[in-house]
């Protein structure tokens, strides 16, 4: 069965896009049909776009070397296939092109394109925008591997360099894949990072990433600015928020490593509060004269300006009249347990979820959180 290939450090989490439509004064109910993971919460499919790299899960561990080639180390031939498939890959997703997609992936992809689909169908306008241009492309050799490595790490560059990069890929089959990095720089600047394998001389699409590289006109660096601000004021909950932010802006990809996204991920994990939940371990909350059960607690951006959201338990999300009142209520007891997200936010979004997997969404402004 595939599997969603995750870098085991973050918890980040963020919406590139949310579908929302009116529904009364008192909050809107928001698309659930948006799919992504996180390391802490993998099992979560709602309200989050994150297409992840798919790939084979074979259990027999194996031990051979990888080798990753980029730059002058990979060959013209090579790299002009790669990236002439890349380019293709992007043209058709302007296009919305799924069926051509899908037609020119892995067979482990092919048979679970839905997620790709949403993101193709997302992302569309914003990578229509103006011309692609290839930022990086690294072409990962595991094809001596006689078994799925455990953690196949892929080491780009001189070790120890400023600029160097490397990929480490759980339960990678053996194989030549490839990545390709493209900037779009349009209304909305975004990167879409296609993961490639060699099958039989053609280039298939393995896996299929876009990624905002701003929020309300503000890059990764800003967000990494304001969350140190927030640190510096002893507001950790808004430091630890806006660290998630700036690091799903500046890394294309969550398997990828540079000496500033460690840093980063270094200096965002001393920061994280103690009291966040998780599925592992909700936070009971009360509200309305009710405890909730709260898994996650996440920034997203909704309007193209930051917001919270909060994924909560309910006995019954498929009544919309009662799920709205349960995720009012818990908006409200959220900011209210911690006021300093007033500060940070322009909205928080609530998604209830019950035992049968029905689930509900709803969006209210902060100006509007009494």
Request: aromatic share 8%; proline share 6%.
């Amino acid at each position: 069965m595939p599997v969603f290939i995750l870098n085991p450090m973050l918890l980040a989490r963020l919406l590139f896009c949310v579908s929302a439509v009116v529904a009364g004064n008192q909050g809107r109910a928001v698309s659930t049909d948006m799919t992504r993971t996180s390391v802490a919460y993998r099992s979560l499919r709602r309200c989050l776009l994150w297409i992840s790299f798919l790939f084979l899960l074979c259990a027999a561990p194996a031990a051979q070397a990888q080798t990753c080639f980029n730059g002058p180390e990979l060959d013209g031939p090579a790299k002009n296939a790669i990236e002439s498939a890349a380019r293709r890959y992007l043209d058709m997703s302007a296009r919305g092109d799924v069926a051509g997609l899908k037609a020119n992936a892995i067979p482990e992809i092919a048979s679970v394109f839905g997620a790709i689909e949403q993101a193709v169908v997302t992302n569309k306008e914003a990578l229509a925008g103006a011309e692609p241009t290839i930022a990086g492309t690294y072409l990962l050799d595991a094809s001596q591997a006689k078994a799925a490595l455990p953690r196949a790490n892929f080491y780009c560059g001189v070790y120890n360099s400023a600029d160097r990069i490397s990929f480490s890929i759980p339960d990678l089959p053996p194989g030549r894949y490839a990545i390709v990095l493209q900037k779009v720089y349009g209304k909305e600047p975004i990167t879409l990072t296609l993961i490639l394998q060699d099958m039989a001389g053609t280039w298939k699409l393995a896996g299929y990433y876009p990624r905002l590289n701003s929020i309300g006109g503000h890059d990764g660096q800003w967000y990494l600015t304001k969350a140190r601000e927030f640190k510096s004021k002893g507001e950790l909950h808004n430091a630890w928020f806006y660290y998630l932010t700036a690091w799903d802006l500046l890394a294309p990809v969550d398997f990828m490593s540079t000496p500033q996204l460690d840093k980063i991920a270094d200096e965002m994990q001393a920061t994280r509060p103690n009291d966040l939940p998780n599925t592992g371990a909700p936070m009971s909350l009360s509200a309305s004269g009710k405890v909730f059960k709260v898994t996650e607690i996440t920034p997203v951006p909704v309007d193209n300006n930051v917001a919270l959201r909060i994924l909560h338990v309910t006995p019954d999300a498929a009544n919309p009249r009662l799920a709205n009142q349960d995720n009012l209520a818990v908006i409200k007891a959220i900011v209210a347990k911690y006021p300093e997200l007033r500060d940070a936010f322009s909205a928080v979004v609530a998604l209830a979820e019950d035992d049968s997997g029905h689930d509900y969404g709803s969006v209210l402004p902060m100006k509007d959180v009494k």
